[in-house]
């Protein structure tokens, strides 16, 4: 069982920055791909962007150029550095990962999730 906690949501200007960080609890397994996710009242929740354990990325289309992951393999911590929010980026975003089991199978993982809220 791998627990995610998530930090660094909150309240913030249109135009300004935050920086999110979900750590991963320890595990046997290589943790594969770690990412965030995103979901507004009604609405499905949404990819923001992931990153596989090789680096390699994913964005939601228009998140790129304005928000960044990264990971840190040896810490089991993903980022996500916000830049320039806009209101519409305000919901509750969670932390996601997911690795190959003794069986191999692919297991996914959630964190509570941390509100983001961009005011106008």
């Known amino acids: 069982q791998v627990q995610l906690v998530e930090s660094g949501g909150g309240l913030v200007q249109a135009g300004g920055s935050l920086r999110l960080s979900c750590l991963a609890s320890a595990t046997t397994f290589t943790i594969n791909t770690m990412g965030w996710y995103r979901q507004t009242p009604g609405k499905q929740r949404e990819l923001v962007a992931d990153v596989h354990q090789s680096g390699g990325e994913t964005y939601a289309y228009g998140m790129k150029g304005r928000f960044t992951i990264s990971r840190d393999n040896a810490k089991n911590t993903v980022f996500l550095q916000m830049n320039s929010l806009r209101p519409e980026d305000t919901a509750v975003y969670y932390c996601?990962?997911?690795?190959?089991?003794?069986?191999?199978?692919?297991?996914?993982?959630w964190g509570q999730g941390t509100q983001v809220t961009v005011s106008s």
């Open positions: 996601y990962a997911d690795l190959f089991d003794e069986h191999n199978y692919l297991v996914h993982y």
